[in-house]
């Protein structure tokens, strides 16, 4: 076990400090039926905007339903977005889907990335790790193509999430908490205004487990674990009602083992060269709004991040002398060194600016994105050893208005233009420069029914660039792919009153020149797989269709429940490979679950005394689409509950309440499996997702 926060045991049994502002605002909510209903901003769009006058399928997953989880990762809290999913095989999710479009995995070819990952106005797309939750007051799900605002980076759409805001008081927080698996976690945050125009907020969070991976061969059970680091700062510099400055600064370390394959298709693994799972990140933002006058206002946003990546495993999976005369040992470690900058200018009208007789808001405004990835890949066979480097430089325009036609109708109308020029070199010799010029845009008209009813009507054009294979073996055709589009057809209504919400959107994608990840395979003479060579290739067409509901409904004054239901059908046509010699059928895409839930109560047993349970689920989905193994459906029961007196919460919580099993990754090697003892036999191989967990959490507020 790792002992590095051991004294937070003792601490938390000596402590009775926990105090939570969003939980109390959730009980005084539930303790008076004619509260004033709650408006929910949504602030990752243009303008800060109520979400349920926002013409987009969008969630708001709030502080509470974070703390209500304990999560201390956007994996935790995943199925409150209906629709979303991620790809299992790395230590934390690092790969997200929604609408059954996302990237997968990385190794040596740069990976685009159709579902985006904002932090603090951060691009951490590459970097899905990062996303840890300690001090994050709101994750923003956009579902669907998001092309005017983020470009490519939100081809099926995109997650952001917010930090605590700096205040003018001294205020702060400190959490600490244990489990099972050898769960510790320390978390400290403190804000307060150090001049009457500055203030500041800073946090830090320490996340420890062993893991629920079992090493029977090296007789551990932290091969698997997790140490997780998360530092933030941010300041805040407002002289006057016109001028807000904001910088923000992020530091994440992650040092995760990662020892998940196993050849018996449970949490027991036979490894002697367990791998890691290793990110350092650190992320700087500057974001200046300026009220020029009465008729506009103007906003700079400047981003750095930097991220080292490892990621290593034991590619057979085994010990030497489980089979001999049959086994093999090889381990595969992939070290990336990313670095991303990006400048952006806006104008923004204000109301006195409006055009076309007062009656449109505008912005307009540039964009500068330059990314670059330094890859080194390692294996035992040196044969396979690969360095290289990727730069992409990326340019935009963009535009909105948003029309008042009439007193309750209104037109939005975006667009935006990006160049793409990319230069990829490795010491495979390839050595190649496309550029992509991309188009993007959405039309939106929106209905006022009253206050309490909204709709929505829009059209979407989306895009994603193309890019490069790294493998000198592939023919040449196959060493670039063209840029991937879809236009997304939806149609929204939002309803809120007396303490019920409800939020449904119905959309039809269609997606044109599909970029899927296939794999080449290569044989050993004794024909054992030796190697699996992935890379991206424009399929065909395919189409995602679905609905998404998200509800809330204040029952009474003592118990509220809400719910997010989503259902997809997402599908590429038929196809053939490169060659013409092998024709592809028609098939759901992979992660795509056709139905994902999420269902809860939070129940007030006394003043100071509440529950909380729920429920969430998907159905089964193919894991790649380049062969047919598919997960199991699964429901999975979560609950807490929380005790409250004065400054004082103690919560207990568990997750997967009933321990059931569910898949999270699968690998089908076609003609060939991966064990020595059994003569290498064809056979499928999963990955399991986190079996019960339980624990402890106490909080102090201030």
Request: proline content about 3%; glycine content about 8%.
């Amino acid at each position: 076990m790792n002992h590095k926060l051991s004294c937070l045991t003792l601490a938390l049994i000596s402590s009775c400090s926990l105090f939570s502002n969003s939980v109390l605002a959730q009980q005084a909510t539930s303790s008076n039926t004619q509260a004033e209903t709650e408006v929910i901003k949504v602030k990752g769009d243009f303008r800060e905007s109520s979400i349920q006058s926002s013409a987009i399928a969008v969630s708001v997953i709030g502080a509470e339903t974070i703390e209500r989880n304990s999560a201390n990762h956007l994996e935790a809290i995943l199925s409150s977005a209906a629709n979303l999913n991620y790809a299992g095989g790395t230590s934390r999710a690092r790969f997200f889907q929604i609408r059954g479009i996302g990237a997968q995995s990385e190794y040596d070819s740069p990976t685009n990335y159709p579902v985006g990952l904002y932090i603090d106005g951060v691009d951490y797309s590459a970097v899905g790790s990062a996303a840890t939750l300690f001090d994050i007051e709101q994750v923003e799900v956009f579902r669907g193509p998001q092309s005017s605002r983020f470009g490519a980076s939100a081809l099926a759409g995109l997650i952001f999430l917010q930090s605590a805001q700096p205040t003018e008081q001294a205020s702060g927080r400190v959490k600490l908490g244990v489990g099972n698996y050898g769960t510790q976690e320390l978390g400290v945050a403190y804000s307060d205004g150090l001049t009457d125009t500055t203030s500041f907020r800073v946090s830090a969070h320490q996340y420890l487990s062993d893991g629920f991976i079992e090493n029977t061969y090296l007789e551990r059970d932290d091969t698997n674990n997790r140490d997780e680091l998360t530092l933030r700062g941010k300041l805040r510099f407002q002289p006057n009602q016109d001028v807000l400055w904001d910088f923000n600064a992020t530091h994440i370390k992650i040092d995760n083992g990662y020892d998940a394959f196993s050849l018996d298709n449970t949490r027991e693994t036979l490894s002697d060269q367990p791998g890691k799972d290793k990110q350092t990140t650190t992320g700087l933002s500057s974001q200046l709004k300026i009220k020029l006058n009465e008729q506009a206002s103007f906003e700079s946003i400047q981003t750095f991040a930097t991220s080292e990546t490892d990621y290593g495993f034991d590619e057979d999976w085994t010990y030497v002398g489980i089979a001999p005369g049959w086994e093999y040992s090889t381990t595969d470690r992939n070290q990336h060194d990313k670095k991303n900058y990006s400048t952006e200018f806006r104008f923004l009208s204000e109301p006195q600016g409006r055009i076309f007789n007062q009656s449109t808001d505008w912005i307009v405004g540039v964009y500068w994105q330059k990314t670059q990835d330094e890859y080194q890949r390692t294996h035992t066979n040196s044969d396979y050893n690969l360095s290289s480097d990727f730069d992409n430089n990326k340019q935009a325009i963009f535009a909105q208005l948003d029309s008042q036609l009439t007193e309750k109708l209104s037109l939005t109308t975006g667009l935006r233009y990006e160049h793409h020029k990319m230069d990829y070199q490795n010491s495979n010799g390839i050595d190649l420069s496309p550029s992509y010029n991309l188009f993007g845009g959405k039309i939106s008209l929106n209905y006022q029914v009253s206050n309490d009813l909204f709709w929505y009507g829009s059209i979407n054009k989306g895009y994603m660039n193309g890019g490069v294979n790294s493998d000198g073996t592939l023919p040449d055709d196959a060493r670039h792919y063209d840029p991937e589009y879809v236009w997304n057809y939806e149609s929204g209504v939002k309803y809120q009153n007396a303490g019920f919400t409800a939020n449904l959107a119905a959309f039809y994608m269609q997606r044109k020149d599909i970029q899927l990840k296939k794999d080449f395979i290569i044989y050993a003479q004794d024909g054992r797989v030796e190697q699996f060579i992935p890379y991206i290739r424009n399929a065909t067409d395919g189409t995602s269709q679905g609905i998404e509901l998200d509800l809330s409904y204040l029952i009474s004054s003592s118990i509220q429940t809400y719910a997010s239901l989503g259902y997809l059908k997402a599908e590429f046509d038929t196809y053939q490979d490169e060659s013409g010699s092998e024709t592809y059928p028609a098939r759901e895409v992979s992660q795509s679950p056709s139905y994902t839930y999420n269902l809860g109560f939070n129940v007030n047993l006394t003043d100071n005394f509440w529950w909380n349970i729920e429920a969430e689920g998907k159905d089964e989905f193919y894991f790649s689409d380049d062969h047919n193994l598919k997960s199991k459906r699964y429901n999975l029961v979560n609950t807490s509950f929380n005790y409250q007196l004065h400054d004082v919460l103690i919560k207990l919580w568990a997750r997967n309440l009933f321990d059931q099993d569910h898949y999270i990754q699968g690998f089908d090697f076609g003609e060939y499996g991966n064990d020595p003892r059994k003569e290498y036999a064809p056979e499928p191989y999963f990955q399991y997702g986190a079996p019960k967990q339980f624990g402890i959490t106490a909080e102090y507020q201030f």
